[in-house]
């Protein structure tokens, strides 16, 4: 062991085998990193036990693995670190956490992830923290309007989750540091690559990496990248105090996915404009909310401050009962009703049983489907869309 007499024990068989093959070795060098399964790190020398400064002093606070993924991620994001979470809620709550205590103001966006809602109404509150909540497609002054003396963060999604309303996160930033208060963005619809909160000033850039980053729907983690090295402290401390930790085989996993990001993302953004294009000319449909589709709402916010697209979008459907929503979904052969998205696989969700919990409930003229568009061919997509859309007109 290092920095100790390695020479290999006499006496017992149960002394020599747990010393046996745990010599200091060089490891070769391989494509990804190591996976290091271990909870005990060994200390070469006493007077660096309990100096954690320079290299980790016991595995949760993750080894080689880890460290991988959150530089590749913190390279991705332009920033200085990537702290890493055990779910995308994880990575939510953690911030949140990290930075709010009793008697302070949370301001969110309404059209927030709504396990990310619970936790802002159910948890949080609990706590003393109040959070406020403002239209999704709110201009950048009306949200600045809201900020009082006890606001403390401001939490913003856009797209938002399922009706995919723009927000002027850059101008909503610029204000919000003029007033002193730190802002966050759920950016899991951009994956930190066609859109990158911190070049727009955003003081942490939040991702479910269970979707497009790991991308085959069999992980499960969440990231908060900073360029701030001391609000990246902030938030590790408050990590390691709750006792978050991810797995060295999943974050192998996700690193892996990190790879290929761009090469799905071109696909999903070049199927999902098809399908998106295809779908505002049936009969059945009354608008499609894309924000990268030309006159769709928020494309103009989209088109100044994204690279890029991702295949999440929603549908609105002209008026008919939640039986024909059912059926339309139930006729899909190649889309599965799952609410997760950013794998492989095409997905469809009806949405309005979620937005019973929304402060602002816009009438958009008909149920609403979110669809999230795989790697499948797209024409072969369309036709199941076109059988389910049948069954949607009781054909």
Known sequence: MAGKDDTPPSGDDSTRLIRAGGGPRPLPRTVGPAIQRGSTVLIARAADLYDHSSAPTYGRA???AQAALREALAQMEGGCDALLYPSGLAAISG??????KSGDELMV???????????????????????????PDAAAEDVLAMISPATRLILMESPASLTFEMQDVAAIVSGARRRGVTTAMDNTWGAGLVFKPLAHGVDISIQALTKYVGGHSDLFMGAAAVADPALAATLSDSAWDIGWSVAPEAAYDM???????????????????????????????????????????????????????????????????????????DRLRLFGLGFSWGGFESLAIHCDPQFDKRRFRADRGGPVVRLH???????????????????????
């Open 373 to 395: 568009i795989g790697l499948e061919r797209p024409d072969d997509l369309i036709g199941d869309l076109r059988a389910g859309l049948d069954a949607y007109a009781g054909r």
């Open 109 to 135: 966006s309404d059209g927030v992830y709504n396990p990310t809602r619970r936790f802002c109404d159910v948890v949080l509150r609990r706590f003393g923290v109040e959070p406020r909540y403002f239209r």
């Open 62 to 64: 993750g080894l080689e």
């Open 255 to 329: 690193l892996r996915g990190l790879r290929t990001l761009p090469v799905r993302m071109a696909r999903h953004q070049e199927s999902g404009l098809a399908v998106a294009s295809w779908l505002r000319e049936q009969p059945e449909v009354i608008e499609v909310l894309h924000p990268a589709l030309p006159g769709a709402p928020g494309h103009a916010l989209w088109a100044r401050d994204y690279s890029g697209c991702c295949g999440l979008f929603g549908v609105v459907l002209r008026p008919a009962p939640t039986a024909a929503v059912h059926a339309m979904l």
């Open 95 to 100: 911030v949140l956490l990290a930075l709010l």
